[in-house]
C-alpha cells in the first residue's frame, strides 16, 4: 500500500528524515511517535504524496510518487482520507455540506450520496448537527466531523494527525473507538499522536504496531500492542 525505500526529506537545507524504509501494508494499524517537530506530520505528508522525497522512493498503490501526473497524484488521494491537525472548515457551509465537498470535488453529485452522508453522520455522532456551522462546534465535533471527511470517499488508507490533540480523554476515546472500527472494516490507519496513553488504551482493541521517530528516522518501536 505504502512503501518507503531509503527515502529522506529535507528543507532549507537541512535534512528532516533520512534514511526512510517502511512497508505499510493493506489494513495494518499504525501509531507514529515522537515529540513535536520531530517530522510525524512530514511522514505522513509524504504518504499522501504532498511531499515528494529529496532522496529514495515512496510508492503509493504500487505508483511511485516521482511518476505520477498531477492527475494521477488527484485520482490517488481519493483512496487516502486524512485528518489534518487543524482540520479546517469553510465556515459558511454546514457541516453536512464540509464533510461531502471531497464529493464536489471529485466531480460527484452530493446529493446522490444523501443517504450514505446521513449514515456517516450518523456513525460519527453528528446526525443531529448536520446543518451546524463549523464555529459553532465543540472541539470534539470537529475532529468527528474532520473523521467523517475523510472517509465521505470510501478511502482504502486513513492518516491521522493529532487528531485528539485538542480534546478531552473521553472524547479521545471515542475518536479512537472509530479509527478502530473503520481498521475493522479493512482499511488501514495511521495515527500520529505524541500520547502514549492513547496508544496504551488501543492494546485490547486491536493489534498495532508502534513507529518512532527519533533523530530523523522511523523505527520500529516494539511488537505488537
Given at each position: ?138 472541539g470534539g465535533e470537529r475532529q468527528r466531523a474532520a473523521l467523517a471527511r475523510a472517509v465521505i470517499m470510501g478511502p482504502e488508507l486513513i492518516l491521522a494527525d493529532e487528531p485528539t490533540g485538542n480534546v478531552d480523554w473521553e472524547m479521545s476515546l471515542r475518536i479512537l473507538h472509530l479509527l478502530i472500527e473503520l481498521n475493522r472494516m ?40
Amino acid at each position: 500500500m505504502i512503501e518507503l525505500d531509503s527515502v529522506s526529506h529535507s528543507y532549507g537545507g537541512s535534512e528532516l528524515l533520512g534514511g526512510l524504509a517502511l512497508r505499510l501494508p493493506p489494513g495494518s494499524f499504525h501509531f507514529l511517535t515522537g515529540p513535536s517537530g520531530a517530522g510525524k506530520t512530514t511522514f505522513l505528508r509524504l504518504c499522501y504524496a504532498e511531499l515528494a522525497p529529496t532522496a529514495g522512493r515512496v510508492r503509493i498503490f504500487g505508483k511511485d510518487v516521482r511518476a505520477m501526473s498531477r492527475d494521477d497524484v488527484a485520482h490517488t488521494r481519493r483512496r487516502i482520507g486524512v485528518v489534518h491537525q487543524d482540520c479546517q472548515f469553510l465556515d459558511h457551509l454546514s457541516v453536512a455540506e464540509n464533510v461531502a465537498l471531497p464529493l464536489s470535488v471529485a466531480g460527484r453529485n452530493a446529493a446522490d450520496h444523501a443517504g450514505d452522508l446521513a449514515d456517516l453522520l450518523g456513525w460519527v455522532g453528528l446526525d443531529t448537527r448536520a446543518e451546524a456551522l463549523p464555529p459553532e462546534l465543540s472541539g470534539g465535533e470537529r475532529q468527528r466531523a474532520a473523521l467523517a471527511r475523510a472517509v465521505i470517499m470510501g478511502p482504502e488508507l486513513i492518516l491521522a494527525d493529532e487528531p485528539t490533540g485538542n480534546v478531552d480523554w473521553e472524547m479521545s476515546l471515542r475518536i479512537l473507538h472509530l479509527l478502530i472500527e473503520l481498521n475493522r472494516m479493512g482499511k488501514a490507519i495511521v495515527i500520529a499522536t505524541h500520547d502514549l496513553n492513547l496508544i496504551r488504551a488501543a492494546k485490547a482493541n486491536v493489534s498495532a504496531r508502534v513507529l518512532r521517530i527519533k533523530d530523523r528516522r522511523v523505527q520500529l518501536a516494539g511488537a505488537d500492542l
